[in-house]
C-alpha cells in the first residue's frame, strides 16, 4: 500500500514562529502536494513539486515555502507563521491521476 | 474565484436512501474530474472518477453523472449505509508541468442514519 505519513498529527506554535511540516512518501512518486483543509473551503493547494528541488505555486502559496531535497519528502515552511494560518494541514503524493494523501497535520497558531 | 463549486455543504439521508452531491465547474480545460471520501482523522482517498468524453461512471453504488455542456458533474450513492457517513469532495484537474493539479469542491458532509 501506498503510504503518505506526516510528522505530526497535532502541532501548536506562536505567532511568529518558524514552522516546518514533513512530509515522506514510499512509493517513488514523482509528484508531491501540500494543501490546507478549513471548513466551507474545501482543500486549496499551496505548493507542488513535480521533481526533487523543483516546486510550483499552487493557489494559496502566500507566508508559504516548500522544499524538496529528496523524492521522497517534501517540506512545508511558515517562515513566520500567523493566526490566519491555523488550519488542517494535508500533504498528497500522486501516481498517474490519483492523489494519495497524509492523514493531515493540525496546526494552531496562537 | 472557486473554480469548482459544490453543493449540498451538509446532508442527511435515511439508510437505504439515495444520496446526491453535486458540482459545477468553470474552466473547460479540466480533463479529469474525481471524487474523494474522508473519513474522520483520515487523509481523503480516491472513490470514483471519470473523464469528460464519457456521461455516467459506476462502481458498485457509486455512480458519477457528467454534463459536459452545462459543466457539472454528480455523484450518486445509491442504498447508503451508515458506512457511507464522511466528507465527500468533488474536483476537476487538469496537467503543470507533467503534474496533475487538482481543484477541490467545498465538500459535503454526509450523515446516514440507521
Known amino acids: 500500500d501506498v503510504k503518505v505519513t506526516q510528522s505530526s498529527r497535532y502541532l501548536v506554535k506562536r505567532t511568529g514562529e518558524k514552522v516546518f511540516l514533513e512530509c515522506v512518501q514510499d512509493m517513488d512518486h514523482e509528484n508531491m502536494f501540500w494543501y490546507r483543509q478549513d471548513p466551507g473551503l474545501g482543500l486549496r493547494l499551496i505548493y507542488f513539486?513535480?521533481?526533487?528541488?523543483?516546486?510550483e505555486k499552487g493557489d494559496i502559496p502566500e507566508g508559504y515555502s516548500v522544499s524538496r531535497e529528496k523524492k521522497e519528502r517534501f517540506s512545508l515552511i511558515l517562515e513566520s507563521a500567523s493566526t490566519n494560518q491555523t488550519s488542517m494541514y494535508l500533504c498528497?503524493?500522486?501516481?498517474?491521476?490519483?492523489?494519495?494523501f497524509g492523514p493531515g497535520t493540525r496546526l494552531t497558531v496562537l | 474565484q472557486q473554480q469548482v463549486k459544490q453543493s449540498p455543504q451538509s446532508l442527511i439521508v435515511q439508510k437505504g436512501g439515495i444520496s446526491i452531491i453535486n458540482c459545477a465547474y468553470e474552466?473547460?480545460?479540466?480533463?479529469?474530474f474525481p471524487w474523494y471520501q474522508q473519513f474522520p482523522g483520515k487523509g481523503p482517498a480516491l472513490l470514483i472518477a471519470i473523464r469528460p468524453d464519457v456521461s455516467e461512471k459506476k462502481e458498485g453504488r457509486f455512480t458519477i453523472s457528467f454534463n459536459k455542456s452545462a459543466k457539472q458533474f454528480s455523484l450518486h450513492i445509491m442504498d447508503s449505509q451508515p458506512g457511507d457517513s464522511a466528507t465527500y469532495f468533488c474536483a476537476a484537474s487538469d496537467q503543470i508541468q507533467g503534474a496533475q493539479k487538482l481543484v477541490f469542491g467545498q465538500g459535503t458532509r454526509l450523515t446516514i442514519n440507521p
Open positions: 474552466n473547460t480545460a479540466f480533463d479529469y
Open positions: 513539486s513535480y521533481d526533487v528541488k523543483m516546486k
Open positions: 498528497a503524493s500522486s501516481w498517474y491521476n490519483e492523489q494519495f
